[in-house]
């Protein structure tokens, strides 16, 4: 398997990962304060990362004052921010809708690629981001319910998006490369620090609680987090930016499939055939044209 080909089944395997974080912040959204939640996926995701590195001899790096402050950033939007954010649109908001606007990821990562990054994608990828919109839009027209909340869970949600699209591209622009472990550690010790201090203000939790709460809460914090930023660190390495953005459309299948199984929300036709648009658009990549052009000097 080439290296190229490795890139796309990491990547791959990490967005259906991040599409069930959508279901396990449902199960947390009822019971947990979101920045609670989030402290609490840290801890117990960091020991694990603490772990690995050292029994893999992964050392610490070496960085500028630039990268340390880029990396605070790029903890504090994805880390926290897509965490608390999700979960906090979710108490307004079905599983289904949040894994439908969460397909915007696609459009946001592909912006922030070629206006953040300076990336100058082939055509064939912005065919691959156009139709894998176009299996959103054909998931958002059988989307499920329309609370009193919707719209300020979708927007809430939405602004998760946002903080994911800077979390999985903003490492491009250090200066000095990191080891994807490495890096996934110092995600979480951050995220972990930036969400302590706000989980202090927040109601209290302990009575209210539940245990399908907490083991959510517990597996976002070792498969997603441990796996999934592993698998997209290493992903991401061996591929441009613009190319990685496409596979963030496999975040809104995982999760729509997952609302479907798990949850018991509906899953209609149209949403089978915006399912079938998004695998296409990530197939798509397999063409031999399908290559992002460098970046700017």
Not at 174 to 203: D, H, K, Y
């Amino acid at each position: 398997m080439s290296k190229q080909a490795q890139g796309y089944v990491y990547l791959s395997l990490a967005m259906v990962l991040v599409g069930s974080t959508v279901i396990a912040s449902k199960i947390i959204a009822a019971d947990l304060p979101p920045f609670t939640a989030t402290a609490l996926r840290f801890v117990v995701a960091f020991p694990l990362f603490l772990l690995l590195m050292r029994a893999r001899t992964t050392p610490w790096p070496r960085l500028t004052r630039r990268d340390w402050l880029l990396l605070l950033l790029q903890a504090g939007a994805g880390s926290v921010g897509y965490t608390t954010l999700l979960i906090s649109g979710l108490k307004f908001t079905s599983a289904a809708d949040a894994g439908v606007i969460i397909g915007t990821l696609p459009v946001v990562s592909a912006a922030i690629a070629i206006v953040v990054l300076g990336e100058r994608p082939h055509p064939s990828l912005f065919f691959a981001i156009g139709l894998a919109a176009a299996g959103v839009l054909a998931i958002v027209s059988k989307s499920g319910n329309a609370g009193p909340h919707s719209l300020s869970g979708g927007a809430l949600i939405f602004g998760a998006v946002v903080c994911e699209g800077l979390f999985i591209l903003l490492n491009k622009r250090l200066n000095t490369p990191i080891q994807p472990l490495a890096l996934s550690s110092l995600m979480a010790g951050f995220g972990g620090a930036i969400a302590a201090p706000f989980a202090l203000f927040e109601p209290a939790w302990v009575e209210a609680a539940t245990v399908p709460a907490f083991a959510a809460v517990v597996y976002y914090a070792l498969v997603p987090t441990v796996g999934g930023f592993l698998l997209w660190y290493a992903g991401l390495a061996k591929v441009s930016g613009t190319e990685a953005s496409v596979f963030t459309a496999l975040a809104p299948v995982s999760a729509v499939l997952l609302a479907y199984t798990i949850l018991d929300e509906p899953l209609g036709l149209s949403q089978a055939l915006g399912i079938g648009c998004v695998l296409i658009a990530v197939l798509t990549l397999a063409l031999p044209g399908a290559r992002a052009l460098p970046g700017k000097p």
